[in-house]
């Protein structure tokens, strides 16, 4: 039988998705495209209502030829409106995600009894909501392992639906993370993201990420790279700053800043000065010979008048980040914006998250011409195709033609930016 998993939204989504993806390789099913699939499991998002406009058209798609399965954020928050999509569809909440694990095993033995699928998938009753559940050591969408450590989130920021759907932060503790990240390690891979819902809210009332990040250096060789997801900057500090340093921490970062008006930003709670920021960013470049930094920015959040949005993009383009990822606030049901009276005119909004995605261009022709004739590392992916430290999607040239092999590093030199070329001289 044919499975699919298909994925909406965040990294920690795509590291669930590798983790279940894994568990039915193991049972013996193939691992396809939606296309092909008889069953298809459908990891959602909440975060935008384009998120859940996406989730449900793909659904009703899916549920056309093949059994659908519906979990993440958007099956939590609208568990009967998911349900009522199709008659082919069943909901796992995304607090009975980590139920999906044991599906496999169960799916094996319902079809070997001769239960056609739908019943198969009905009969299921294991329940599970255990958040670090997924461990997966083998990942088939993707070179570089991911690792979650983190889930949850105990900011409450106006406009986020996620943090209602995720619940409270939460730490797996950090000899279980350097567990799993010595047995990624062994089976070949050379470089591990971590992820989490707001990753350096990772264990912030005991050592925090930075000290996860030192035991994990500390124990893992000099051939493992480590990438960081996403870092929320208010739980930045310099023991985190400090680890950077390490050759093996890759030279790109996302911070998502979401406004640069301060007036703002304590409008919709979020708790953390402009010169914090601007301090994590000075030190990421100190340590890093140019890193690639993008950040979130939401155009048109509540309170962002005239003053407040010059004020936010005088300072993104003072910052000069490699790519911005821009998104047009979107009210939330169930968040304490939703029913705002101060929210900007649409109209308006739109127009500035437009002026916000020209300077994100414009910024990172910018700093792509500065990477020509650099030499960087390089992972392959599929084919040519890979991605250097710095996160530029890179056509690899190999001396003498040869393809480069899968999730193996090398190293060499930028030669063109239209599109990125990296022509290797030598492994890592």
């Given at each position: 039988?044919?499975?699919?998993?298909y994925?909406?939204?965040?990294?920690?989504?795509?590291a669930e998705s590798?983790?279940?993806?894994e568990?039915?390789?193991?049972?013996?099913?193939?691992?396809?495209g939606?296309?092909?699939?008889d069953?298809?499991?459908?990891?959602?998002?909440?975060?935008?209502?384009?998120?859940?406009?996406?989730?449900?058209?793909?659904?009703?798609?899916?549920s056309?030829?093949a059994e659908v399965i519906?979990?993440g954020?958007?099956?939590q928050?609208?568990?009967?409106?998911v349900?009522?999509?199709?008659?082919?569809v069943?909901v796992?909440?995304?607090?009975?995600?980590?139920?999906l694990l044991?599906?496999?095993?169960?799916?094996?033995?319902s079809?070997?009894?001769g239960?056609?699928?739908?019943?198969?998938?009905?009969?299921?009753s294991?329940?599970?909501d255990?958040?670090f559940?997924?461990?997966?050591?083998?990942f088939?969408?993707?070179s570089?392992?991911?690792?979650?450590?983190q889930?949850g989130?105990?900011?409450?920021?106006?406009?986020?639906?996620?943090?209602?759907a995720?619940g409270p932060?939460v730490?797996?503790?950090a000899d279980?993370?350097?567990?799993?990240?010595?047995?990624?390690e062994a089976?070949g891979?050379h470089e591990?993201m971590?992820?989490?819902?707001?990753?350096?809210?990772?264990?912030?009332?005991?050592d925090?990420?930075?000290?996860l990040?030192?035991k994990l250096l500390?124990r893992?060789g000099?051939?493992?790279?480590i990438r960081?997801s996403?870092m929320?900057?208010?739980?930045?500090?310099d023991r985190?700053?400090d680890t950077l340093?390490?050759?093996?921490?890759?030279?790109?970062?996302h911070?998502?800043?979401?406004?640069?008006?301060?007036?703002?930003?304590?409008?919709?709670?979020?708790?953390?000065?402009?010169?914090?920021?601007?301090r994590?960013?000075?030190?990421?470049?100190?340590v890093k010979?140019?890193?690639?930094?993008a950040?979130?920015?939401?155009?048109g959040?509540?309170?962002?008048?005239?003053?407040?949005?010059e004020e936010s993009?005088?300072?993104l383009s003072?910052?000069?980040?490699a790519?911005?990822?821009?998104?047009?606030?979107?009210p939330?049901?169930?968040?304490?914006?939703?029913?705002?009276h101060?929210?900007?005119?649409e109209?308006?909004r739109?127009?500035?998250?437009?002026?916000?995605?020209?300077?994100?261009?414009?910024?990172?022709?910018?700093?792509?011409s500065?990477q020509?004739g650099?030499t960087?590392e390089v992972l392959?992916?599929d084919?040519?195709?890979?991605?250097?430290?710095?996160?530029?999607k890179?056509?690899?040239m190999?001396?003498?033609g040869?393809?480069?092999?899968?999730?193996?590093?090398?190293s060499?030199?930028?030669?063109?930016?239209a599109?990125?070329?990296?022509?290797?001289?030598?492994?890592?």
């Amino acid at each position: 039988m044919n499975v699919s998993i298909y994925t909406l939204g965040c990294r920690l989504n795509q590291a669930e998705s590798e983790a279940i993806a894994e568990r039915f390789k193991n049972e013996g099913f193939s691992v396809t495209g939606p296309s092909d699939a008889d069953l298809v499991i459908v990891n959602s998002c909440t975060v935008t209502s384009k998120a859940e406009q996406k989730a449900r058209r793909m659904i009703r798609l899916f549920s056309k030829s093949a059994e659908v399965i519906v979990t993440g954020c958007y099956a939590q928050m609208e568990r009967d409106e998911v349900s009522s999509l199709s008659g082919n569809v069943t909901v796992f909440s995304l607090r009975e995600k980590a139920s999906l694990l044991a599906l496999p095993a169960h799916l094996r033995a319902s079809l070997d009894a001769g239960l056609p699928i739908h019943e198969a998938v009905r009969s299921f009753s294991f329940r599970s909501d255990d958040p670090f559940a997924f461990d997966a050591s083998s990942f088939q969408y993707h070179s570089r392992a991911y690792l979650k450590v983190q889930d949850g989130c105990d900011n409450h920021c106006g406009y986020c639906r996620t943090t209602i759907a995720r619940g409270p932060s939460v730490s797996l503790d950090a000899d279980t993370v350097v567990e799993r990240a010595l047995r990624i390690e062994a089976e070949g891979f050379h470089e591990i993201m971590l992820t989490g819902v707001n990753l350096t809210m990772y264990d912030h009332e005991g050592d925090g990420l930075g000290g996860l990040v030192e035991k994990l250096l500390l124990r893992l060789g000099d051939g493992m790279r480590i990438r960081l997801s996403s870092m929320e900057p208010d739980h930045v500090d310099d023991r985190l700053l400090d680890t950077l340093s390490d050759h093996r921490m890759q030279p790109h970062f996302h911070i998502p800043i979401q406004s640069a008006s301060p007036r703002v930003l304590e409008r919709v709670g979020r708790v953390y000065p402009m010169e914090h920021v601007e301090r994590i960013i000075g030190r990421m470049r100190a340590v890093k010979d140019d890193p690639f930094i993008a950040c979130d920015v939401i155009a048109g959040l509540p309170g962002e008048g005239e003053k407040e949005w010059e004020e936010s993009y005088a300072f993104l383009s003072r910052i000069r980040f490699a790519a911005m990822h821009v998104f047009p606030y979107s009210p939330r049901p169930g968040t304490p914006l939703h029913g705002a009276h101060d929210r900007v005119e649409e109209r308006v909004r739109d127009q500035r998250a437009e002026r916000l995605r020209q300077l994100s261009e414009k910024m990172g022709k910018e700093y792509l011409s500065r990477q020509l004739g650099r030499t960087v590392e390089v992972l392959a992916e599929d084919g040519l195709e890979g991605t250097t430290g710095n996160y530029l999607k890179a056509r690899i040239m190999m001396p003498d033609g040869r393809i480069p092999v899968r999730g193996l590093i090398y190293s060499g030199r930028i030669v063109s930016i239209a599109p990125v070329t990296v022509e290797v001289s030598s492994l890592a």
